[in-house]
C-alpha cells in the first residue's frame, strides 16, 4: 500500500496557489517540488512583479493556515465599505454588510502575500526551483518538460503533475492538445487597466481616509474601497498599512464613437497618450486624487493599459494531471474573487483527498480525488467568472447611482431583519462558503420576487410594506428551505481552518460532464454540426446534399473566425494543439463522414504553425485574407468555368480582364498594358524575365545577367533558373545605408558585364524589401535602363498597392516607366494567398513571350486581341478563373476602402515605431519618411553579439504570448533585428497596444534572465 510520503508531485509555477498546494501537500507528508520560470520575488531588489493589491474574503481566508491569516491581518488593511467618489465632488459609503467586523475585505499586497506564501511552502519542505520554464507536459503519465534558464533541459515525472502556472497555463493546453478532450474559451473584456500610486502623507497618515469618515460616528473614520465610478471608466484604490494607496484605472482599450443619440465619445485608453491627455482625464474625473498622487501622470503613462480576460475550461484534469487556480478559471478582477476562488480550489481538493484516504490507499485516494474535483470546482468556476463580468458594470457604472444605492439599502434591510429569507448576492459569495453556483441559484429566485414587489412600490418610501410582502412571498414558497449559507458569517473569515468544506460524494445529480460538444478554445465539432454528409460511392451529391453540406461547412468556418476574433487562437502555434494529421500512403479506399473530415482539418491541421488570418501575425509580409476574397474565390471554383480561352468563358474572362485592368491603372500604366494573373510572385517574376528574354537572341539567353539588390527577394534566382539564365547570371547588387539598391554598383555591375560579353537582360528594383520595407529609387533605375536598353521590372509584390495612397505614390514614384511589374493582391490588398498578377506596359511582350500558335485542337481562338485567350498571355493552358477572388471584395467595398485600409496600416506601423522607439533598452532600424509599414528593432546593449543574442531571445519570449508573431532577419549594418510588418487588415490599435506590452514584457523578462 503506498503512503502519501513514498508519492512525488511536480508543481509547475511557485504563484501563490501552487505555494498553497505545496504546503497543504507537505502537511499530508507528499514529496513536492515546485518549478517556477521567473526568479524567487523574495530576492528581488525593492519593485515587486505584481504590486497590484489583493482583497480576501472568507472563502480565500478561511482555506489559509491560522496563522497565515494572522500575519494578513497584520499587514493588510480592513475594508468593510465601498467609498464612492461621485462626479459632483461629494462621497458616500456603502457597508458590505451588517457587522463590520465579520462582512469586510481585507486588501493585501500581492507581493506580500506571495512572499509569505513561499516562506511557509518552503517551511513546509517543499522544494522551490526558480529559473525553470515548463515547456511540454505528458499529462497522461505526470511527467514534464523544463528549460532553465541556461537552456539545460530537465525531464521530470511524478505520481502527480499540478498546473499551477496561471492564466496562461501551458499545463491546460498540453492537457487539450495531448487527448483531454477539454472544452476551453478564452474572452478578452475591452478593458485594460494602469496601477498608481497614491503617497502616504507626510507622517504615515492615509490621505483618503477623511473621504470614509463614518456619518454615524464621525470620530471613527473607517478605510473603505474607493471607487470612483465614471461609466465607461473607473478609478479604484485600496489602502496600505503604511499609509499608501494602490489604486488602479480601468477603461476600455478603444475608444468609442457615441452611438446614436449619444453625445460624445466614449474615452478609451488610445486617447490618453499625452501627460496632458492624463491631466485633462484627471482635472476632470478625479480632481480630488490630483493633489494627492504626484505621479498620477508617470504612473499612467508609464505601462501599457494591461487587457483582461476570462479563461473557462472543463474538465480540469486528465490522466495524472490536474489544474488548479488561474489555470482552470482565469477571472476578470471586479469581484475580487480570483484568488479566493483559487484557494477554495485548494482547500476542496484536499478535502477530497482526505475523505478518499479514508478507504484507499494514498496513490488510490489521488486518483480517485481527480474527477471529483473537476466535478465539484468547474461549475463554481464557470459562476464565478460569469459573476465576475457581471460587476463591471456594477462597479462603473451603478455604485454611484441612486436607484442602485436605494435597492442596495433595502436588500440590506430584509437581510437584517430576515437573514434566512434573503442574502445578497454580493454577501453569499464573499462572506459565506456556500457554492458559488448554489449562491446565485438561490439568489436569482429571491431577487425575482423583489423585482416583482420594486416594480408595484416605491423601494425608497414604501421600505417596510416591500419587505413585509417579501417575507410572506418567500415563505410561503419555501416549504422546502433553500440551501442556506454556511455558518460563515457568524464565525468570520478569523476562526479560520482548512478542511471546513469536506463535499459529500455527488448523487449523481451534478453528472460529470459527458463528451464535451460546446465551445472550444481551439475548436472542436459542435454537436450539431455533426450530423454528417453521407458519404456514398455515387460521386455526384444532390442539391440537398450540396446544401447541407455548404453549411456544415459553413457552421464549421464560422466558429473558427468567432474563435480566433474572440483570441481563442494564438498568432503561432509553438506546438501542435493537438495531434496533427498522419501521414498516408495509400489513398482510402472508402469514404468517411464529413463531419469527421472536417475534425481533421479544423481540429487537428489547423491548431498548428502560423495563424496568418491572426491579428497579430507581423512576420515576413502577411496575408490576412479577406473572406470575401476566399468567397470568391470559392463561386468561381464551384461554376467551374475554363479561363485559358476567351471563346469559353467570354463572360468571366471579361471580368478578369477588368481586374487585370484596374491593376494596370493603379499602377499608372496607360493604353496598351495588360497583365496575367498569377498565383504567386514567383510565377509572375518568373514571366517578368521570360519577357525580358525576349529582348535578346535565343544563343544569349543562358549568358545573360539578372540584376536585383541584396535586399531582393531570393525568387528572383529561381525565376532567373525558370527562365533559363544560366547559374553565373545572377547578380546581387550592394545596397545604401537605407537598404535600397545602390546604383553606383549597379552601373559598374553593368559595365563589367558588358566588357566581359555577358548581355544585361533585366534589372529587379524592389518596391518593399521584405526585410525593412525598402523601396527603391524606381525612376533612377528607370533612366539606367533605359540608358543600357535594359528590360526594367519592379517587384511590388509589398508594396504596389500602396500606390493607391499619397505616401505610397511618393514612395513608387517612377514605378508606371517599367517595362513589368510583379504585385501581390494577397498582401497588400488583403485577398486570401495565391492572388498575383504579372502586369506588362506593352501586351504584346507577354504574347511574344508565350503565345504558341497552331494548336489545332483549339479552334474557337480568339483572332482579336480585345478578346485575349489567356493562354497565350501566360504559362498555362488549362487554370481556374481566377478574376473573382479580387473582384468580388473590390466591386464590394470600393477601391477606396482599400486605400483607406492601407494608409491605416501605415500609420499604425509609425505608430508602433513611435513606442518602440520610445522604450528603454530598444533601437529601431531608421526608416525613412514615407515608408511601408514594416518595423525592423533590436534590443540595444554593448557588444554585437550579446545584441543578437538578445534579439533572438526576445523575439523567442514575444512569441511566447501567442499574441503577436513576428520573426527574425539579419541584416548588413545591423546584425539580426526583429521584423513587424503591420499588413493584417484586422490590425488595429489594441493589437499594437498589445505588441508594445509583449515587448516591454519581454524586456523585463530579459533583465530577469
Ligand atoms: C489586477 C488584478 C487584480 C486582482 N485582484 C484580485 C482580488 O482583489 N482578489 C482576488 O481574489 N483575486 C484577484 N485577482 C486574481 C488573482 O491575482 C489571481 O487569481 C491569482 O494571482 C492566481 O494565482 P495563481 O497562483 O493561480 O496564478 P499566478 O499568480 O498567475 O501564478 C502563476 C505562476 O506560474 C508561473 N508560470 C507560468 N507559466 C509557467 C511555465 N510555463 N513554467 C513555469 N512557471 C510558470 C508564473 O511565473 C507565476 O509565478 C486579481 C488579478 C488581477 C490581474
Not at 319 to 329: E, N
Not at 608 to 619: I, L, Q, R, T
Not at 693 to 721: C, I, N, T
Not at 988 to 999: A, H, M, P, T, Y
Amino acid at each position: 500500500m503506498l503512503a502519501a510520503r513514498d508519492l512525488r508531485v511536480t508543481v509547475v509555477g511557485a504563484g501563490p496557489v501552487a505555494c498553497l498546494v505545496a504546503i497543504e501537500l507537505r502537511k499530508r507528508s507528499f514529496e513536492v517540488n515546485l518549478y517556477e520560470r521567473g526568479s524567487d520575488v523574495r530576492l528581488a531588489d525593492g519593485a515587486r512583479g505584481h504590486s497590484f493589491n489583493l482583497t480576501l474574503t472568507r472563502r480565500g481566508l478561511t482555506s489559509l493556515d491560522e496563522h497565515i491569516v494572522d500575519m494578513l491581518y497584520r499587514n493588510g488593511v480592513v475594508l468593510p465599505q465601498r467609498v464612492i467618489h461621485h462626479v459632483d465632488g461629494t462621497t458616500s459609503c456603502q457597508p458590505y454588510g451588517t457587522d463590520p467586523d465579520l462582512h469586510h475585505l481585507l486588501s493585501i499586497p500581492r507581493g506580500l502575500l506571495h512572499e509569505m506564501l513561499l516562506d511557509e511552502a518552503e517551511k513546509a519542505g517543499a522544494r522551490l526551483n526558480f529559473g525553470f520554464e515548463c515547456i511540454g507536459v505528458e499529462p497522461a503519465s505526470g511527467s514534464a518538460t523544463f528549460v532553465d534558464g541556461g537552456a539545460g533541459i530537465v525531464r521530470t515525472s511524478a505520481d502527480l503533475l499540478i498546473g499551477c502556472d496561471g492564466a496562461n497555463s501551458i499545463v491546460r493546453h498540453e492537457m487539450f492538445r495531448r487527448g483531454a478532450q477539454m472544452r476551453i474559451s478564452q474572452d478578452y473584456v475591452a478593458d485594460g487597466f494602469v496601477e498608481i500610486r497614491i503617497p502616504a502623507l507626510t507622517g504615515g497618515g492615509h490621505a483618503l481616509l477623511d473621504a470614509a469618515r463614518d456619518p454615524d460616528r464621525p470620530r471613527n473614520p473607517r478605510h473603505g474601497l474607493h471607487i470612483w465610478p465614471r461609466g465607461e471608466f473607473m478609478l479604484l484604490a485600496q489602502p496600505n498599512v503604511d499609509g499608501s494607496y494602490t489604486a488602479g484605472l480601468w477603461m476600455p482599450l478603444v475608444s468609442e464613437e457615441g452611438a446614436d443619440g449619444e453625445d460624445g465619445e466614449r474615452l478609451g485608453w488610445d486617447r490618453v497618450r499625452t501627460r496632458r491627455d492624463v491631466r485633462e482625464l484627471f482635472e476632470s474625473h478625479f480632481p480630488d486624487v490630483v493633489g494627492l498622487a504626484s505621479s498620477y501622470a508617470e504612473d499612467v503613462l508609464q505601462w501599457s493599459p494591461a487587457p483582461l480576460k476570462t479563461v473557462r475550461c472543463d474538465p480540469y484534469h486528465h490522466g495524472r494531471t490536474v489544474l488548479i487556480g488561474d489555470s482552470a478559471h482565469t477571472l476578470v478582477p471586479f469581484f475580487g474573487q480570483g484568488i479566493n476562488c483559487s484557494f477554495e480550489d485548494v482547500r476542496t481538493f484536499f478535502s477530497i483527498f482526505d475523505r478518499n484516504l479514508t478507504e484507499h490507499d494514498a496513490a488510490t485516494a489521488l486518483a480517485a480525488t481527480l474527477p471529483s474535483y473537476t466535478e465539484w470546482r468547474r461549475p463554481a468556476g464557470d459562476t464565478i467568472a460569469d459573476l465576475s463580468l457581471a460587476m463591471a458594470s456594477e462597479l462603473k457604472d451603478r455604485s454611484g447611482d441612486v436607484a442602485f444605492q436605494t435597492r442596495k439599502r433595502l436588500e440590506k434591510e430584509l437581510h437584517l431583519r430576515y437573514p434566512e429569507l434573503y442574502v445578497p448576492l454580493y454577501h453569499a459569495v464573499a462572506f459565506t462558503d456556500t457554492p458559488y453556483q448554489d449562491a446565485v441559484a438561490r439568489h436569482e429566485q429571491h431577487r425575482a420576487v423583489l423585482d416583482e414587489l420594486c416594480s408595484r412600490h416605491d423601494p425608497a418610501d414604501e421600505v417596510e410594506l416591500i419587505i413585509a410582502a417579501y417575507a410572506e412571498a418567500i415563505g410561503r414558497a419555501t416549504h422546502t428551505p433553500a440551501p442556506t449559507p454556511g455558518p460563515a458569517s457568524q464565525n468570520g473569515p478569523r476562526t479560520a481552518g482548512a478542511g471546513h468544506l469536506v463535499p459529500a460524494p455527488r448523487s449523481g445529480h451534478h453528472a460529470v460532464p459527458g463528451p464535451r460538444t460546446e465551445q472550444h478554445a481551439v475548436p472542436g465539432p459542435r454537436a450539431e454540426q455533426r450530423a454528417a454528409v453521407a458519404p456514398g460511392t455515387d460521386l455526384h451529391l444532390d442539391s440537398a446534399q450540396q446544401k447541407e453540406l455548404l453549411d456544415v461547412v459553413t457552421a464549421r468556418l464560422m466558429d473558427f473566425h468567432e474563435d480566433l476574433s474572440k483570441g481563442n487562437h494564438p498568432a503561432w502555434y509553438r506546438v501542435a494543439a493537438a495531434e496533427p494529421p498522419k501521414a498516408e500512403q495509400q489513398a482510402p479506399r472508402t469514404g468517411t463522414a464529413v463531419a469527421t473530415l472536417l475534425d481533421e482539418i479544423f481540429d487537428s491541421a489547423l491548431p498548428d504553425g502560423m495563424m496568418h488570418p491572426h491579428p497579430g501575425f507581423m512576420a515576413h509580409v502577411p496575408s490576412g485574407g479577406l473572406f470575401q476574397g476566399a468567397v470568391g474565390e470559392f463561386v468561381a471554383r464551384s461554376l467551374n468555368r475554363f479561363a485559358g480561352a476567351w471563346a469559353a468563358a467570354p463572360g468571366f474572362a471579361r471580368l478578369e480582364t477588368n481586374v487585370i485592368d484596374w491593376f494596370c491603372s493603379l499602377m499608372g500604366y496607360g493604353e496598351g498594358s495588360f497583365g496575367y494573373l498569377t498565383t504567386g510572385g514567383s510565377i509572375a517574376n518568373f514571366m517578368a524575365l521570360r519577357c525580358a528574354l525576349e529582348r535578346l537572341p535565343d544563343h544569349q539567353h543562358h549568358r545573360a545577367a539578372v540584376y536585383v539588390s541584396g535586399q531582393g527577394h531570393f525568387s528572383v534566382a529561381k525565376a532567373a533558373r525558370l527562365a533559363g539564365i544560366g547559374a553565373g547570371g545572377h547578380r546581387a547588387v550592394p545596397t545604401d545605408d537605407a537598404y535600397r539598391m545602390d546604383l553606383v554598383a549597379l552601373r559598374e555591375t553593368i559595365e563589367r558585364d558588358l566588357r566581359y560579353g555577358t548581355p544585361p537582360a533585366c534589372v529587379v528594383a524592389t518596391a518593399g524589401t521584405t526585410n525593412t520595407g525598402a523601396v527603391d529609387d524606381l525612376r533612377a533605375v528607370a533612366a539606367l535602363c533605359r540608358e543600357y536598353g535594359v528590360w526594367f521590372h519592379v517587384d511590388a509584390c509589398f508594396g504596389g498597392f500602396f500606390r493607391l495612397t499619397r505616401r505610397g505614390r511618393v514612395l513608387l514614384d517612377g514605378i508606371e516607366e517599367a517595362d513589368s511589374i510583379a504585385v501581390d493582391a494577397h498582401k497588400s490588398l488583403f485577398l486570401p494567398h495565391g492572388s498575383s498578377a504579372l502586369l506588362v506596359r506593352d501586351k504584346t511582350t507577354l504574347k511574344q513571350a508565350f503565345a504558341i500558335p497552331d494548336a489545332a485542337y483549339i479552334p474557337e481562338l480568339s483572332q482579336d486581341d480585345d478578346h485575349p485567350d489567356f493562354m497565350d498571355y501566360g504559362p498555362e493552358l488549362t487554370r481556374e478563373f481566377r478574376g473573382l477572388t479580387a473582384w468580388l471584395p473590390i466591386k464590394m467595398h470600393g477601391i477606396n476602402a482599400f486605400e483607406r485600409c492601407l494608409d491605416d496600416r501605415l500609420d499604425l506601423a509609425d505608430d508602433l515605431a513611435g513606442r518602440l522607439a520610445a522604450l528603454d533598452g530598444i533601437d529601431i532600424v531608421s526608416r525613412g519618411e514615407p515608408h511601408l509599414p514594416t518595423v525592423a528593432f533590436k534590443v540595444r546593449v554593448n557588444g554585437e553579439a550579446e545584441a543578437d543574442r538578445l534579439t533572438e531571445r526576445a523575439c523567442e519570449l514575444i512569441c511566447s504570448r501567442g499574441n503577436i508573431y513576428v520573426a527574425t532577419s539579419e541584416l548588413p549594418h545591423e546584425g539580426h533585428v526583429i521584423r513587424a510588418c503591420v499588413m493584417h487588415h484586422q490590425t488595429d490599435v489594441g493589437v499594437i497596444d498589445q505588441f508594445v506590452e509583449d515587448v516591454r514584457w519581454a524586456l523585463r523578462r530579459l533583465g530577469e534572465e
